[in-house]
């Protein structure tokens, strides 16, 4: 009943920047947390960065200075905006969100809903 879309993936070269976006769409009654996860080839998918709903962040620290989450609570959206971009950002870069949602007869949480996934690959 919840869905995430990612957009704004892509190939850029290393010092550049890139912005990804993930919507949330469906019957949604509210959104708590919201992070933005990646995982490169060969690796474990790891948190890039967090924000709650009264908008603290959180960062990995590889990505601290570079890297800024925000939110847009009317359009159910979170952004990750990405600067100065390294080759070792490169992975796929997924979107996750704890919501409650209406499913047609009661009110449900889903509190681990994730995108598809988005490919940012960042040439050297």
């Known amino acids: 009943q919840v869905q995430l879309v990612e957009s704004g993936g892509g190939l850029v070269q290393a010092g550049g920047s890139q912005r990804l976006s993930c919507a949330a769409s469906?019957?949604?009654?509210?959104?708590?947390?919201m992070g933005w996860y990646r995982q490169a080839p060969g690796k474990q998918r790891e948190l890039v960065a967090s924000?709650?709903?009264?908008?603290?962040?959180n960062y990995a620290d590889s990505v601290k200075g570079r890297f800024t989450i925000s939110r847009d609570n009317a359009k159910n959206t979170v952004y990750l905006q990405m600067n100065s971009l390294k080759p070792e950002d490169t992975a796929v870069y997924y979107c996750?969100?704890?919501?409650?949602?209406?499913?047609?007869?009661?009110?449900?949480?889903?509190?681990?809903?994730w995108g598809q996934g988005t490919q940012v690959t960042v040439s050297s």
């Open positions: 469906g019957s949604i009654f509210s959104i708590n947390a």
């Open positions: 924000i709650t709903s009264d908008t603290s962040t």
């Open positions: 996750n969100a704890d919501i409650a949602y209406y499913d047609g007869s009661r009110y449900r949480r889903n509190d681990d809903c």
